[in-house]
C-alpha cells in the first residue's frame, strides 16, 4: 500500500528566507505525486504535480519540487517566502492503473508559519 | 464552470441524527471522492466512485454509507452521527488524461457533531 510521510507538522520561517517542506513516499509501483495549499478556511489548491515528464517540477506562486527515486523524496521549495505563503501545505501521491481508480493518499500536512 | 459543488457548507448535528452531504461536478469525469479532513491527520478517503453505478470503501468507511446517483451526484450519508464525525468533508472528482489524474475538490463541509 501506499503511504506518504510529511516530516515535520509545523515550520516556521522569517519572510524572504528559504521555504522548505518535506515528503517522502513509498510506493512499490512508479507515483504521481502532488503538492496542494489550503488556506484557513479554504479548500484544496494544487501547487504542483509531478507526472513522470520531468524529476523538477516548477509550480505556482514560486514553488518547485524535486522528485527523487533514491530518496523516495518529494521535497517543496520555495527560495525567498512570503507573508501570503502562511497556510497548510499537502503532499499526496496516486497511481495510474490497476485498482488504483485515481485516489490519492495523503500526508499529514504541514503548516507554515512565516514571520516578518 | 462551477467544478465540484458540496452543499451543505456547515451543519451542526445532535449526536444519532442523520444527514445526507451533497455532491455534484459539471466536468463530466469518471471518478468521483469523498475524503475527511481532521487536525494533523492530512485528508482521509471515505469512499470512492470509480464510474457511475460502482462505489468501493476508502480508508475510513465506517459509519457512512454513498451513492451514486448519477455521473454527476455522489452523495455521502451519515445514518446516526457520532461526535468523532466532527470533520471537514471534501468531495473531489477526476479524470484520468495521458495516464494521469487531474482532480477537482469541493470547498467542503464543515460538520460539528455534538
Known amino acids: 500500500a501506499q503511504s506518504v510521510t510529511q516530516l515535520g507538522s509545523h515550520v516556521s520561517v522569517s519572510e524572504g528566507a528559504l521555504v522548505l517542506l518535506r515528503c517522502n513516499y513509498s510506493s512499490s509501483v512508479p507515483p504521481y505525486l502532488f503538492w496542494y495549499v489550503q488556506y484557513p478556511n479554504q479548500g484544496l489548491q494544487l501547487l504542483l504535480k509531478y507526472t513522470s515528464a520531468a524529476t523538477l517540477v516548477k509550480g505556482i506562486n514560486g514553488f518547485e519540487a524535486e522528485f527523487k527515486k533514491s530518496e523516495t523524496s518529494f521535497h517543496l521549495t520555495k527560495p525567498s517566502a512570503h507573508m501570503s505563503d502562511a497556510a497548510e501545505y499537502f503532499c499526496?501521491?496516486?497511481?495510474?492503473?490497476?485498482?488504483?481508480?485515481?485516489?490519492?493518499?495523503f500526508g499529514q500536512g504541514t503548516i507554515l508559519t512565516v514571520h516578518p | 464552470n462551477a467544478g465540484v459543488t458540496q452543499t451543505p457548507k456547515f451543519q451542526v448535528l445532535k449526536t444519532g441524527q442523520s444527514m445526507t452531504l451533497q455532491c455534484a461536478q459539471d466536468m463530466n469525469h469518471n471518478s468521483m471522492y469523498w475524503y475527511r479532513q481532521d487536525p494533523g491527520m492530512g485528508l482521509r478517503l471515505i469512499y470512492y466512485?470509480?464510474?457511475?453505478?460502482?462505489?468501493d470503501k476508502g480508508e475510513v468507511p465506517n459509519g457512512y454509507n454513498v451513492s451514486r446517483l448519477n455521473k454527476r451526484e455522489f452523495s455521502l450519508r451519515l445514518e446516526s452521527a457520532a461526535p468523532s464525525q466532527t470533520s471537514v468533508y471534501f468531495c473531489a472528482s477526476s479524470e484520468r488524461r495521458g495516464g494521469v489524474y487531474g482532480y477537482t475538490f469541493g470547498s467542503g463541509t464543515r460538520l460539528t457533531v455534538v
Open positions: 466512485s470509480a464510474s457511475e453505478g460502482t462505489t
Open positions: 499526496a501521491v496516486s497511481f495510474a492503473g490497476g485498482t488504483s481508480y485515481g485516489k490519492l493518499t
